[in-house]
């Protein structure tokens, strides 16, 4: 079935520090793909997508390309701040499969310091 | 703010009890999603409404029922809790079925003692 899977962490970071939070996945069919975040004591947010192979999404500073040659997309932030950190979230959904559902990494949380 | 509300925010209860989690979708999302988070098992989906009806269903066990109602809010029933029960619970509403952009409520955090 269909997987994503992360870079463990905890990241810790100092700020303005480049941001690098690997993703890779294996689907049947031809997904999209999602990075969502998870403030302290919050939902999660959708933070960028992308739905066909070389999409750049992009929102806030960060990005993420779509690479089907690789099976990733690698999110990544050239200056992060204190406010970035959060639990990011890799996921997938193959909707040509007929199955909307969201498959997630296990998470990778992030810690900026000052 | 999603627009996805879920209620309650917390609850506790004991094993063998029955509870029922309620979300709202945000306005004109037809399509509503449970997940459940919890530290073992990570981010799950377990079922699926559109429109009032079921749509797909994943690792729910059969303790736990879902339903959506003609005004579009859906609960989430889990009985003969077990500790291992305890997790949070996410809604997510979309406007459709198929490629769209899910939106997540805040959760319900239930523990089970």
């Known amino acids: 079935g269909d997987s994503v899977t992360q870079m463990e962490g905890p990241v810790t970071l100092s700020e303005e520090a480049f941001l690098t939070i690997n993703c890779t996945y294996t689907?049947?069919?031809?997904?999209?793909l999602f990075w969502y975040v998870q403030y302290p004591g919050e939902g999660l947010q959708l933070l960028l997508k992308a739905t066909k192979a070389d999409d750049k999404g992009s929102n806030k500073g960060f990005e993420a390309t779509y690479r089907k040659e690789t099976t990733s997309f690698h999110l990544e932030k050239g200056s992060v701040q204190v406010s970035d950190s959060a639990v990011y979230f890799c996921?997938?959904?193959?909707?040509?499969?007929?199955?909307?559902?969201?498959?997630f990494g296990t998470g990778t949380r992030l810690t900026i310091i000052p | 703010d999603s627009g996805v509300t879920q209620t309650p925010k917390h609850l506790i209860t004991a094993t063998g009890q029955r509870v029922t989690l309620r979300c709202s979708p945000r306005?004109?999302?037809?399509?509503v999603y449970w997940y459940q988070q919890s530290l073992d098992q990570g981010l799950q989906f377990l079922i699926q409404y559109y429109n009032g009806e079921e749509r797909a269903k994943g690792n729910i066990l059969e303790r736990f029922s879902a339903q959506q109602f003609p005004d579009l809010h859906s609960e989430l029933n889990l009985s003969s809790l077990e500790l291992g029960d305890s997790a949070l619970y996410f809604c997510?509403?979309?406007?459709?079925?198929?490629?769209?952009?899910?939106?997540f409520g805040p959760g319900t955090r239930l523990l089970v003692l």
């Open positions: 996921a997938l959904s193959d909707f040509r499969q007929g199955n909307e559902k969201l498959t």
């Open positions: 689907a049947t069919g031809y997904p999209s």
């Open positions: 306005s004109g999302d037809l399509s």
């Open positions: 997510a509403s979309s406007v459709r079925q198929g490629r769209e952009t899910q939106y």
